[in-house]
């Protein structure tokens, strides 16, 4: 009798729930990453690789199957993918991902796109940032004072970004604790209805 090779397919509970948690959990930790990064604020002594990268996860720092699970809800996830950087997937993508349908269907995707986009700036941005390190310019303060001919050397991005935070680093905004203005409410969830049909105090 000959033998053939059998599938056999995963109880769906489980796993998904699992996956499910996973994916949470890493959307989660992106937001925290953003609110983080939104955060940020610049000063003299910032080195010039957090500065363009603002405190974010690198794209080119993560694995194939990372990416695959948390922004693609787990489409294309093979055990072999582990350790794939996205820049090699990027390049021949068939090579990682051998179902055409389902390769087809990550391509198409906005998510893709916007992570190919991302990983190609980077590129770009690594390459600033060596360029610079390599003529001594590690932060604010060394851009500042660094010859024209090294600051020459980078794109027009990587300046415009290094200008804004040296500016801010120059110029701290302060931030104050929020006026409470009296007669009006602080949102809908305490407004009262006088607040929608008539003008409080109004002098005739």
């Given at each position: 009798?000959?033998?053939?090779?059998?599938?056999?397919?995963?109880?769906?509970?489980?796993?998904?729930?699992?996956?499910?948690?996973?994916?949470?959990?890493?959307?989660?930790?992106?937001?925290?990453?953003?609110?983080?990064?939104?955060?940020?604020?610049?000063?003299?002594?910032?080195?010039?690789?957090?500065?363009?990268?603002?405190?974010?996860?690198?794209?080119n720092e993560m694995r194939?199957?990372?990416?695959?699970?948390?922004?693609?809800?787990?489409?294309?996830?093979?055990?072999?993918?582990?350790?794939?950087?996205?820049?090699?997937?990027?390049?021949?993508?068939?090579?990682?991902?051998?179902?055409?349908?389902?390769?087809?269907?990550?391509?198409?995707?906005?998510?893709?796109?916007?992570?190919?986009?991302?990983?190609?700036?980077?590129?770009?941005?690594?390459?600033?940032?060596?360029?610079?390190?390599?003529?001594?310019?590690?932060?604010?303060?060394?851009?500042?004072?660094?010859?024209?001919?090294?600051?020459?050397?980078?794109?027009?991005?990587?300046?415009h970004f290094l200008d804004?935070?040296?500016?801010?680093?120059?110029?701290?905004?302060?931030?104050?604790?929020?006026?409470?203005?009296?007669?009006?409410?602080?949102?809908?969830?305490?407004?009262?209805?006088?607040?929608?049909?008539?003008?409080?105090?109004?002098?005739?």
């Amino acid at each position: 009798m000959k033998e053939k090779d059998t599938i056999t397919p995963l109880a769906r509970g489980t796993p998904n729930g699992v996956l499910t948690q996973v994916l949470t959990e890493a959307r989660r930790e992106a937001e925290g990453r953003l609110r983080r990064t939104q955060e940020m604020k610049f000063t003299m002594s910032t080195n010039i690789e957090d500065v363009l990268f603002k405190g974010r996860v690198r794209v080119n720092e993560m694995r194939l199957n990372d990416f695959l699970t948390r922004e693609l809800d787990g489409r294309g996830v093979v055990d072999i993918n582990r350790d794939v950087l996205p820049e090699e997937f990027f390049e021949d993508p068939t090579r990682y991902i051998r179902d055409k349908g389902a390769l087809n269907e990550i391509q198409a995707s906005g998510r893709y796109l916007s992570m190919k986009r991302a990983a190609k700036g980077e590129v770009i941005i690594d390459e600033d940032i060596r360029r610079l390190c390599d003529k001594g310019v590690n932060n604010l303060p060394g851009r500042s004072l660094a010859a024209a001919e090294v600051t020459a050397t980078v794109h027009n991005s990587t300046k415009h970004f290094l200008d804004a935070a040296a500016e801010e680093a120059r110029n701290p905004t302060t931030t104050s604790a929020p006026e409470k203005l009296k007669g009006v409410y602080e949102s809908v969830h305490n407004a009262r209805w006088s607040h929608a049909v008539e003008l409080p105090d109004v002098v005739e």
